[in-house]
């Protein structure tokens, strides 16, 4: 089972993202009388499996481009400019104790990479734009934080978990994958595949 499962409460992906599995025009005529709250979690479980029968992003496949899923960014700035970077994409949510401990590693990667061509966009994938600045109002990072307000990047990525990080060499593709953070253990294996990224040539 997937390791969102835990997550229900507060996912913003098995909320919204395909709601019309949680409507009751959807489920049978006698869930009529099956408590709100039960159908809820009918259609959220109906919702998982189809996430889970989707294929997902894996490493040697290009990765959504941010604006055409509709991400921006918190700050109403511009998106960060991602051609021919190494770029680490970092799914994280307001509610996601392990997005509170991974932002002080990812500002300690931003500090020592950014000069040298890495970029790291945070997306967030809360409901509530409110929710996701006001988190990243608190912790302060250095890099960009992104909201994907509708949901459209997670889905088309298929994310496992949260966090989840997404390492991109300099043509697009995702190189490596990093579901959850553990700490020390994430930090130095990214600390090893952003050094090997950035010792690669560009193609162009």
């Known amino acids: 089972m997937s390791a969102l499962t ?26 009529a009388k099956i408590p709100a709250t039960v159908r809820a979690w009918l259609g959220r479980f109906v919702l998982l499996l189809a996430l889970e029968a989707r294929a997902d992003i894996k490493v ?29 994409v970092d ?3 307001s509610w996601c104790a392990p997005c509170k401990a991974s932002f002080p590693s990812l500002a300690r990667l931003q500090r020592d990479y950014s000069a040298r061509g890495l970029v790291i966009a945070a997306v967030s994938i809360d409901e509530k734009s409110g929710a996701a600045a006001s988190f990243a109002k608190k912790m302060s990072p250095p890099f960009p934080t992104l909201h994907d307000p509708a949901q459209k990047l997670v889905r088309a990525v ?13 043509d697009g593709k ?7 953070f553990h700490g020390e ?20």
């Open 158 to 170: 298929v994310v496992p978990t949260m966090p989840t990080s997404y390492l991109l060499g300099r």
């Open 174 to 180: 995702v190189r490596f994958v990093h579901p959850g």
């Open 6 to 31: 835990p997550n229900l409460r507060g996912s913003a992906v098995l909320q919204p993202a395909l709601g019309q599995f949680s409507t009751r025009a959807n489920l049978p005529r006698s869930a």
């Open 185 to 204: 253990t994430t930090e130095r294996e990214l600390r090893k595949q952003i050094e090997s990224l950035l010792a690669e040539k560009s193609s162009s």
């Open 60 to 88: 040697g496949d290009g990765f959504p481009i941010l604006a055409e899923h509709g991400v921006v960014t918190l700050n109403g700035g511009e998106l960060p400019a991602l051609a021919g970077k190494v770029v680490l």
């Open 91 to 93: 799914f994280w949510a």
